[in-house]
Every structure is written in structure tokens, then in C-alpha cells.
């Protein structure tokens, strides 16, 4: 059972058996009808589905032109986006995709507006059922299930801080 807000691990952020991507912002599958902003969807071939995080808080800032999480590590904080996931063999390819978009280097993790981290996210089986329509991708999924709600580890970039600065040019 996980907590009521999210477990964040930045210890293991990109563990070789990830194949899932938290996304809140342009990376969400339910971005636009085609999907994400960025097409990393339909060109790694993942699957995504609704989701939720407990303990993070979305913010946008006027001087910034993307959103931001916040962990707050309160319960009543959920954050909303989708669950990006993808297949063994095409896994690794993609995270770093999104990686780039995000601007994160995992060579040098705490440079840069986010933090990767890996998060405890809950989907439901009916969704997963649902949304995810490669049959082996799903029944690799199922295969960790027990009941009607399950938590997929996955990667997650959130925001550390982000500073708007004023002043005359």
C-alpha cells in the first residue's frame, strides 16, 4: 500500500527498469487530440493513461511560459497529468527524449529548472485496460496487478524552484 502522498525517490531516478514517464505539462498524452505537443507519443509508440499524484501542487508563474510542480508531501495536493508508458525495448529511448525536452541532463541531475525523481503513481486496471491497446505492452503491465488498483513506479521531472527576475534590460 503507498502512502497518501506520493513516495519520491531521487536516489534511483532512472533505474534501469523504468519504462514509465509521470507527465503534468506538454509531455500529457491528453495534451491535444494527437496526442502530446512534442509527438514523443506517437513516435516511441507509448501507451498512456489518467493519472494522479498525491502530495505535488501545480503552479504557473506569469514570467514563466511552461507549468511547475511543487512536492508539497500534503495529501490534499494532487496533482493531475497521465502516465506515459512504454515497452521494454523502446524505454529507455523515449525517457531520454523526454529528458531532453525537459532539459534534463542525468549526467548532471541537479543543474537545470527540474528534478528527476521516481514516484509511486495509482491507475486503475479498468483504465489501463481501456487506454492501452498493444496487447503486449498491457499484459507485460497486468502482470504486476493484483485487484482493481495498482501502482506503477515511474520517472517523474518536477520542478525544484523556478525564479522570475524583473529589471530593466
Known sequence: MSPSASHVDTTS???EDVRAV????????????KGDFWGVIAKTGAAWVPA???GFKLYQEDCATYPFALQ???SEDVLHGTLLMWSQTSARRAI??????EGFDPESPHDGLYRRAMVDVPVSVDGLMKMVKEKDLLKDIL??????????????CFSVVVHCRFGLA
Open 13 to 15: 531516478a532512472m533505474a
Open 52 to 54: 494522479s499524484v498525491p
Open 143 to 156: 502482470g504486476k496487478s493484483s485487484g482493481s488498483l495498482m501502482w506503477i513506479r515511474s520517472s517523474f
Open 96 to 101: 531520454q527524449r523526454c529528458d531532453q525536452i
Open 22 to 33: 509521470f507527465a503534468y505539462g506538454t509531455l500529457r498524452g491528453d495534451f491535444s487530440e
Open 72 to 74: 508539497t508531501e500534503s
